[in-house]
T-cell receptor, first 115, second 113 residues
Framework: ETGVTQTPRHLVMGMTNKKSLKCEQHLGHNAMYWYKQSAKKPLELMFVYSLEERVENNSVPSRFSPECPNSSHLFLHLHTLQPEDSALYLC??????????????FGPGTRLTVT | GENVEQHPSTLSVQEGDSAVIKCTYS??????FPWYKQELGKGPQLIID?????GEKKDQRIAVTLNKTAKHFSLHITETQPEDSAVYFCAASKTDSWGKLQFGAGTQVVVTP
């Protein structure tokens, strides 16, 4: 176990649904990340939060809405998704983010299927 | 922006043999290079990393080498075992980039007994 948990592990949702993904880290880290992993493509960074403040939004469509209420929790709110949004969504955390590059620790991911 | 290329995409080795995966990067400012292992149904797990002030790093059967001049780095796994079968990803990052990791496309390693 890496100290980063994600729920749910699997999610099937229709294009008109609203759902949320949850991530929790137990490592005392200050930075958290959302990544998208699609088949045959490199992991894509979506959002970066440092000390609960969003510091990076990697041109992600507005149907994905992140929320970081504290340094241990990260959410990804989903609404009106498209079938091409089906992927594995990974959460990661690191000690900090910004002036240096720190080791990132990943959760197991949420397998999302949009029907 | 940074671009990381990884080769090969698949690698089949006999148990006990060595495996080598190579990555190249484009941004000369990149200074942090982690390697991740991803098993089926799990998230990527950091297995080793190297920073640009070091040319080589070793941890038991795993080693990473970095050539800053040529902008490439490699993962070496010696005495491979069936449990080494997984997808391996290289990545690159740099200072003041908010931890942004640019990943390679991954290498599927299969170790046959």
């Amino acid at each position: 176990e890496t100290g980063v948990t994600q729920t749910p592990r699997h999610l099937v949702m229709g294009m008109t649904n609203k759902k949320s993904l949850k991530c929790e880290q137990h490592l005392g880290h200050n930075a958290m990340y959302w990544y998208k992993q699609s088949a045959k493509k490199p992991l894509e960074l979506m959002f970066v939060y440092s000390l609960e403040e969003r510091v990076e939004n990697n041109s992600v469509p507005s149907r994905f809405s992140p929320e970081c209420p504290n340094s241990s929790h990260l959410f990804l709110h989903l609404h009106t998704l498209q079938p091409e949004d089906s992927a594995l969504y990974l959460c990661a955390s690191s000690q900090d983010a910004g002036n240096d590059a720190y080791e990132q620790y990943f959760g197991p991911g949420t397998r999302l299927t949009v029907t | 922006g940074e671009n990381v290329e990884q080769h090969p995409s698949t690698l089949s080795v006999q148990e006990g043999d060595s495996a080598v995966i190579k990555c190249t990067y484009s941004d000369s400012a990149s200074n942090y290079f982690p390697w991740y292992k991803q098993e089926l149904g799990k998230g990527p797990q950091l297995i080793i990393d190297i920073r640009s002030n070091v040319g080589e790093k070793k941890d038991q059967r795993i080693a990473v080498t970095l050539n800053k001049t040529a902008k490439h780095f490699s993962l070496h796994i010696t005495e491979t075992q069936p449990e080494d079968s997984a997808v391996y990803f290289c990545a690159a990052s740099k200072t003041d980039s908010w931890g942004k990791l640019q990943f390679g496309a991954g290498t599927q390693v299969v170790v046959t007994p």
